[in-house]
T-cell receptor
Framework: AQSVAQPEDQVNVAEGNPLTVKCTYS??????LFWYVQYPNRGLQFLLK??????LVKGSYGFEAEFNKSQTSFHLKKPSALVSDSALYFC???????????????FGQGTTLQVKP | GAGVSQSPRYKVAKRGQDVALRCDPI?????LFWYQQALGQGPEFLTY????????KSGLPSDRFFAERPEGSVSTLKIQRTQQEDSAVYLC??????????????FGPGTRLTVL
């Protein structure tokens, strides 16, 4: 079965410092990986995705993620954190059932990012 | 442009009551998904539509849950005889098409259901 793990419930960083939110995955075949952010009382907002190509993916709001096949990881990164980045972050993998692809996502448990001034 | 909208945003139901949750996807989006997000958890897949066809309902937790998308646009998730364990945020998402694996899903704000 395909799965995603976010090993940290919460990440705390100071504003201006780099941040990393970790994600590891387990899939059969090629992974299609996504990061979403959720602000309070709002739906999930798409940040970035990895399908194929360059291992470093750039997304919205200055975020980027590094795909590492050997470590089965897809960590989210940002060079300089902002207080406004404080939110709940979800890593997700597209579920692949045999040769079919309904497109449904399997999400991690989420990581709360707290950026302090 | 308009995103995915959901209504109501909040719903309080007494145990045993039936509820209906509505999702308006982005215009032209073929694929529509429903997810359930329990408190402190990541969203979990419930069901998937391609146009009006419900192609995957493997995530529906019981036969009390029913979803439809009769004209391939608006979708309704219905929960019959609600139970306390149904309390969660119900998220709807749409994407332009399926079969193209790199399409991201666009999520609505969700409906927070509380069953007393």
């Amino acid at each position: 079965a395909q799965s995603v793990a976010q090993p940290e419930d919460q990440v705390n960083v100071a504003e201006g410092n780099p941040l990393t939110v970790k994600c590891t995955y387990s899939v059969s075949g090629n992974p299609y990986l996504f990061w979403y952010v959720q602000y309070p009382n709002r739906g999930l907002q798409f940040l970035l995705k990895y399908i194929t190509g360059d291992n470093l993916v750039k997304g919205s709001y200055g975020f980027e993620a590094e795909f590492n096949k050997s470590q089965t990881s897809f960590h989210l990164k940002k060079p300089s954190a902002l207080v406004s980045d404080s939110a709940l972050y979800f890593c997700a993998v597209r579920d692949m059932i045999g040769s079919s692809n309904t497109g449904k996502l399997i999400f991690g448990q989420g990581t709360t990012l707290q950026v302090k001034p | 442009g308009a995103g995915v909208s959901q209504s109501p945003r909040y719903k309080v139901a007494k145990r045993g009551q039936d509820v209906a949750l509505r999702c308006d996807p982005i215009s032209g989006h073929v694929s529509l998904f429903w997810y359930q997000q329990a408190l402190g958890q990541g969203p979990e897949f419930l069901t998937y539509f391609q146009n009006e066809a419900q192609l995957d309902k493997s995530g529906l937790p019981s036969d009390r849950f029913f979803a439809e998308r009769p004209e391939g646009s608006v979708s309704t998730l219905k929960i019959q005889r609600t139970q306390q364990e149904d309390s969660a945020v119900y998220l709807c998402a749409s994407s332009f098409r399926v079969g193209s694996s790199y399409n991201e899903q666009f999520f609505g704000p969700g409906t927070r259901l509380t069953v007393l």
